[in-house]
């Protein structure tokens, strides 16, 4: 039987999918925020709380891999050449150059 399809575990593992995927969006990696927030008080009513704490540092563990392996993937590539300038402006910055050129 699938325990997604369950009447109470189902709406609550949903909720804490949606919990954790906000955390990983905004690389939030912090195992305090994902026990004691996010997945461990969801969790344990179903789990017990030694099980859901398992649960949350092995989840924990696999997200911060993939967000290396999506970090190294998307590192910039440098090129030969000597590199004269690697700053990075901000919008804001970048808006008020275009505003004094004007």
Known sequence: P?????AVFGPALAYVAGLVASLQDT?????????????????ARFLGEEDAEAVTRAYLARAVEEAEREAAANAPVLEEGEELCNCEFSLAYGAKILLNNA
């Open 2 to 6: 699938s325990v997604a399809g369950d």
């Open 27 to 43: 690389k939030n990696f912090e195992f305090d925020e994902w026990n004691g927030v996010a997945v461990t008080p969801y969790l």
